[in-house]
């Protein structure tokens, strides 16, 4: 359709009417501005408070049950500060920048004659390990995770922010973006503003050195982190140093692999239909990828809302058996064969779009892991990042070391296996309980200690 001269001037009139456009001022209020990330939106609250003697008598008991490394029994990691637990809830953009809310946990060091680092204490960003369970948050007292944190970190006078996720516990997300690198490193930094934000209120002055670490899936956010605030964000925080532990760095690597890790049931569908959700363009069919009956319910199942790890298996919702046995129940032939050999392939294009590779730190980084990961093989992410870095010259800094690779397995192997020395027998019980154990409750621990020695040289 042709406007002519005289019908532009026709159509601006009515829109200067129809805008108030007479020459008069507009009265219409202009619209507030979007709360700012890491904003509170309730005030903190107090869960409850592990004491110095509850944290020993913890890692002593869990000593005595083999799931603690007896090196926590040294003076140097007894406990130096009760722990006050904090729930936050904060403002943090969801993966395609809505508004939206995480919460997390806090962690504060009580100030005491034992305790005197809380007078100004370092943060430390925790991202936490791949979970299942939608209502979990780290914010309770009763959680594996946040004794963990409140041993190693809390309890030596460290302050801990640690996010629960998009999509979990007050989060009112609609979905948790799995091993989305974004989102994780705005989650992970917006705690950091939230942990800002609280100090006064909680009774902690924090020093301004911002650590981070993670591990598992928190490992991948972490460093997700460690790279976005110091491309995005170096004037407002400072970060010190960066441990990022047992991560899935290398995701493109990870998609491809011929074989399976122990757990994939859960990791590798909980990815595809994560990243089905931020792109929209990982597959058309999602019958094309995952056979029935799980194709029906798969992309609504995780994280559950009333289900586990355990309760996955035992109630059919995910297949259990060995992790060729589980792949191969889920996953449609055609999809792996795919992988191996299209580089268009859905899955293929997003886990490149959220490998870590590529990138240097500009403060100190620890890269931790064990060699019989079965679940984040370090040959396929830590060995792959660290060798990354090497070649673009990252590591090592005008003859300053800035990157280092610890492998935890020598120690884990010590700790945790019958004779120390890790069971070969696919099918005995000692090689199914070593190996079940390795990623999520062995490994954590030797990693986390390494942690603190780089955040400790640092503080």
């Given at each position: ?12 009139s009515?829109?200067?009417v129809?805008?108030?456009?007479d ?9 507030p ?5 890491g904003?509170l ?6 869960v409850?408070?592990?004491t ?9 008991a ?12 040294s003076?140097n990691?007894?406990?130096k500060?009760?722990?006050?637990v904090?729930a936050l809830?904060?403002r943090?953009p969801g993966?395609?920048?809505e ?20 007078s100004?204490s ?5 991202a936490k390990?791949t979970?299942v369970e939608k209502?979990?948050t780290?914010a309770?007292?009763g959680?594996s ?11 030596q006078?460290?302050?801990?922010v640690a996010t629960?996720y998009l999509g ?6 609609g979905?948790?973006p ?7 490193a ?6 950091i503003?939230?942990?800002?934000n609280?100090a006064?209120?909680?009774?902690i002055?924090?020093?301004g050195?911002?650590?981070l ?8 956010a ?6 976005a605030a110091?491309?995005?964000n ?10 990022h532990?047992?991560?899935?760095y290398?995701?493109?690597?990870l ?9 994939y049931?859960f990791?590798v ?6 990243w089905?959700?931020?792109?929209g363009?990982v ?17 609504s199942?995780l994280?559950?809302p009333d ?6 298996l ?14 191969d ?5 055609a ?25 240097s ?9 064990g ?14 990042m ?8 990252a590591?090592?800094v005008?003859?300053v070391?800035?990157v ?5 397995d ?6 945790f ?15 199914a309980?070593y ?7 062995y ?12 955040f400790?040289?640092?503080?």
């Amino acid at each position: 359709m042709k406007i002519t001269t005289s019908g532009l001037v026709a159509v601006s009139s009515a829109l200067l009417v129809a805008c108030g456009g007479d020459g008069g001022s507009d009265d219409t209020p202009a619209p507030p501005p979007p709360p700012a990330r890491g904003s509170l939106i309730d005030a903190p609250t107090t869960v409850g408070t592990l004491t110095v003697a509850q944290i020993d008598a913890g890692v002593d008991a869990s000593i005595a049950a083999a799931l603690l490394p007896p090196s926590l029994s040294s003076a140097n990691n007894r406990a130096k500060c009760d722990v006050k637990v904090v729930a936050l809830n904060y403002r943090t953009p969801g993966a395609k920048g809505e508004d939206s809310n995480a919460s997390a946990a806090m962690l504060v060091p009580v100030a005491s004659a034992t305790c005197t680092a809380a007078s100004s204490s370092a943060l430390v960003a925790y991202a936490k390990g791949t979970d299942v369970e939608k209502p979990r948050t780290l914010a309770n007292l009763g959680d594996s995770e946040t004794f963990l944190l409140a041993v190693v970190y809390a309890a030596q006078g460290y302050t801990v922010v640690a996010t629960d996720y998009l999509g979990y516990a007050k989060s009112t997300y609609g979905f948790h973006p799995y091993l989305h690198a974004d989102s994780e490193a705005s989650t992970v930094i917006d705690s950091i503003r939230a942990a800002r934000n609280a100090a006064s209120a909680v009774g902690i002055t924090l020093s301004g050195k911002v650590m981070l670490t993670g591990y598992s899936e928190g490992g991948h956010a972490s460093m997700a982190a460690h790279r976005a605030a110091e491309r995005d964000n170096a004037s407002e925080i400072a970060i010190t140093a960066g441990a990022h532990l047992a991560g899935p760095y290398n995701l493109s690597g990870l998609a491809r692999l011929p074989g399976a890790i122990f757990g994939y049931q859960f990791f590798v569908p909980f990815s595809i239909t994560a990243w089905q959700k931020v792109y929209g363009d990982v597959y058309s069919d999602v019958t094309s990828v995952f056979k029935a009956p799980y194709s029906g319910y798969i992309e609504s199942l995780l994280p559950s809302p009333d289900l586990n790890y355990t309760t996955l298996l035992t109630s059919g919702k995910l297949p259990s058996g060995t992790p060729i046995q589980a792949r191969d129940a889920i996953m449609q032939p055609a999809f792996l064969a795919d992988l191996q050999t299209n580089a268009s392939n859905g899955y293929v294009v997003a886990s490149k779009k959220n490998d870590l590779l590529g990138w240097s730190p500009q403060s100190k980084m620890l890269l931790c892991g064990g060699a019989g990961d079965p679940t984040v093989p370090t040959a396929v992410h830590r060995d792959v990042m660290k060798a990354d870095l090497d070649a673009r010259g990252a590591s090592v800094v005008n003859g300053v070391t800035r990157v280092t690779s610890v492998d935890v397995d020598a120690q884990l192997q010590a700790d945790f296996a019958p004779g120390g020395v890790a069971p070969v027998d696919p099918a005995s019980a000692a090689f199914a309980t070593y190996y079940g154990n390795y990623h999520a409750v062995y490994e954590p621990t030797l990693c986390h200690l390494s942690a603190r020695t780089l955040f400790d040289s640092v503080k």
